[in-house]
């Protein structure tokens, strides 16, 4: 296969795209309901949300960066003929889309900084409204990224493992699983 990946290698991308779509559809007009006088409390919910779902997926991001990154660095030592041009692509991918994934929940927690409690001074005005919509935003985007992430990732473990010559496959399944593991040498 020449030239770029078809669109089999962009699918689940894709798929992933249209249902982070889906979900922030759903969220904006859930939480876009909420009455002027009910947006503190919605505030209030929607950040401590994005604290907790941002420093998560600030550390799943990073760790999947890092492991593709190891990954990257090691292709000099793997047969890389037999790979298809799409293993690249998605790795590209999944590390792109993790530093995104890093990026948005960032700037989700940035977001969190402002006061929103209701029986404090909460955010109020253009303010207020900046930091209710700017917050969904980040939470769409960042979970839309880490989807991206997750769905790039399978597709590149699924292409790996297709072009795995057979052989390769049965000396893994045959070898004993009670014997320790040589040291690499260098």
Do not use: K
């Amino acid at each position: 296969m020449t030239g770029s990946p078809s669109w089999r290698a962009w699918w689940p991308t894709a798929l992933a795209a249209a249902l982070a779509a889906i979900a922030a559809g759903i969220l904006v007009v859930a939480v876009d309901r909420a009455s002027p006088a009910e947006r503190p409390v919605v505030l209030a919910s929607l950040q401590e949300s994005a604290r907790w779902l941002g420093t998560a997926l600030i550390g799943a991001g990073s760790t999947i960066a890092a492991l593709m990154l190891a990954t990257i660095s090691l292709l000099d030592r793997l047969e890389t003929r037999r790979m298809q041009p799409a293993v690249l692509t998605h790795l590209r991918l999944t590390v792109f889309a993790a530093v995104a994934t890093i990026a948005g929940a960032v700037g989700a927690l940035l977001l969190t900084a402002f006061p929103a409690e209701p029986g404090g001074v909460a955010a109020t005005g253009w303010l207020g409204d900046g930091v209710f919509y700017g917050l969904q935003g980040v939470l769409v985007a960042m979970v839309g990224a880490f989807a991206v992430v997750l769905t790039s990732l399978a597709a590149t473990v699924a292409d790996v493992l297709r072009t795995l010559p057979p052989d390769v496959v049965e000396e893994i399944l045959d070898e004993p699983a009670d014997e320790p593991i040589a040291p690499m040498s260098e």
